[in-house]
């Protein structure tokens, strides 16, 4: 995404780890079953629980501590 491409463009390798464990993070929370509105035509299975914006990220957010 647009933070590895600017890690890239800066050559700042810590900004590229991150953006690494943040993509990571993103679709261990969606293979999870933790996913919007929005994206669950696309879950096979369906998930559960549709989350709202604010508990996706807080998800994507808890994944991502979890990581560093």
């Known amino acids: 995404g647009a ?3 600017r ?4 050559g700042t390798p810590e900004l ?3 953006a ?3 993509e990571e993070a993103a679709i ?3 293979e999870g ?3 919007t509105k ?4 696309y879950a096979d299975p369906p998930p559960e629980k549709v ?12 994944n991502l501590d979890r990581l560093l």
């Open 16 to 18: 590229a780890a991150l």
């Open 51 to 62: 989350a709202t914006t604010e508990e996706f990220l807080d998800a994507i957010t808890e």
């Open 38 to 41: 929005d994206l669950t035509p």
């Open 3 to 5: 933070l590895a491409k």
């Open 7 to 10: 890690a890239e463009f800066d």
């Open 20 to 22: 690494a464990k943040l």
């Open 33 to 35: 079953g933790v996913m």
């Open 28 to 30: 261990g929370t969606i």
